[in-house]
């Protein structure tokens, strides 16, 4: 298969390439990604530098249709896994603009230029978060669940979502959808849950957890995530969306005591912040009709996953102090200063 993978050197995309290319050898995978604050491609070097690599880097930009008709037209690529995003909540709270350009623009241009290039697969990436939230005793979501996104992030995510759903049901795309719940696992940007609490227990500073701690998340490692997408693309039925998740939900509260047992600290380090407006109080996933429909389920659990997730976190300080080092830095104290 020829595939064009777009945000291929943010957290997901870097863990799925990685992949691929272990399952899939003979696949030629071309990834495009704009390099934001998100972007590494240094992740990647291991496969840029393996002349035996079937790998290609592209720099760019998904709302650059010229670009994009180019690459699918250069490789021959004959599907798409679109991963690029602006996927921080807290940022798209601060100015949503970008989320909406890249989110829904992006991916719109990414559908039009794959239509009229006659692909055959498009599997879009998008998140639990779109059906917006839950109360502690309701189901989990299903497929079925109406979108009501409460963030400016998943607003976004719920528009490409919808407009997906529309290149379907009127052009006939074939297009399907992965709806995940929260990544845990290498290579995720130290903005994130665990990976900020992670580097705030070791370098021993306040760990800020919103409100109470008493929202709930459900946590999937990233190659069990990366797995649903593969399924998707190789099984999924066109116009469908499919449910991933990983059987673990915990409260935010929960998590960091874990971390911090594991990490053998104690728990004095806790702060409680300001919460963040509007913010969800539980997802939860059904996943069913992935179990059902394309063998899917979790293969690592959370208790596996999250000592895996630290251990590279430990292996690879040099990583985390080069990402610190960039536009994320002056983020952070911004929005932690603040609050
Ligand atoms: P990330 O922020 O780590 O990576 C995003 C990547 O997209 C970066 O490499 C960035 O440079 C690239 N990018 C951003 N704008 C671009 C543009 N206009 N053109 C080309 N590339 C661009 O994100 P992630 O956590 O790896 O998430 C990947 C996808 O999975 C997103 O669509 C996100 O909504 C979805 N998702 C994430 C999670 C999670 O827990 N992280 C859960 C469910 C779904």
């Not at 035996?52 to 180019?70: E, R």
């Not at 929260?182 to 580097?199: A, D, H, S, V």
Request: proline share 4%; net charge negative; with cysteine.
């Amino acid at each position: 298969m020829r595939l064009l993978v777009t945000g291929g050197c943010g957290f997901i995309g870097t863990n799925f390439i990685y992949l691929m290319q272990e399952r899939h050898p003979d696949w030629k995978i071309v990834n495009l990604d704009k390099l934001t604050y998100a972007g590494n491609r240094k992740n990647l070097l291991a496969i840029e530098n393996n002349a035996d690599a079937n790998y290609s880097f592209i720099h760019g930009d998904i709302c650059d249709k010229t670009l994009v008709t180019n690459i699918i037209e250069e490789y021959q690529i004959e599907a798409v896994v679109n991963f690029a995003a602006e996927s921080h909540v807290d940022r798209s709270i601060n100015d949503p603009a970008p989320f909406l350009t890249t989110n829904i623009q992006g991916a719109q241009n990414l559908m039009e230029c794959a239509r009229q290039a006659g692909l055959e697969k498009f599997v879009h990436v998008s998140t639990d978060e779109v059906y917006g939230t839950l109360a502690k005793n309701e189901p989990a979501f299903t497929e079925d669940n109406p979108l009501i996104p409460n963030s400016p992030y998943s607003a976004s995510k719920a528009g490409a979502d919808l407009m997906a759903r529309a290149y379907f049901e009127t052009y006939n795309f074939p297009i399907s959808i992965t709806r995940c719940s929260n990544n845990y696992g290498p290579y995720q940007f130290p903005e994130k849950l665990i990976p900020l609490m992670y580097t705030k227990a070791v370098a021993g500073e306040q760990l800020p957890i919103y409100g109470d701690g008493s929202n709930i998340r459900d946590w999937i490692y990233v190659d069990d995530h990366c797995t649903g997408v593969e399924l998707t693309l190789l099984k999924g039925q066109p116009g469908r969306a499919y449910n991933f998740g990983g059987a673990a939900e915990k409260t935010n509260l929960e998590l960091v005591r874990e971390l911090l047992s594991i990490l053998g600290k104690d728990e004095s380090s806790i702060t409680f912040v300001k919460d963040r407006p509007g913010h969800d109080q539980r997802y939860a996933m059904d996943f069913t009709v992935a179990q059902n429909e394309l063998g899917f389920s979790p293969s690592v659990t959370f208790a596996e996953g999250i000592r895996k997730t630290i251990q590279w976190y430990q292996d690879n300080e040099l990583w985390l102090e080069e990402v610190k080092s960039g536009s994320y830095r002056d983020f952070m104290a911004e929005w932690y200063g603040e609050r």
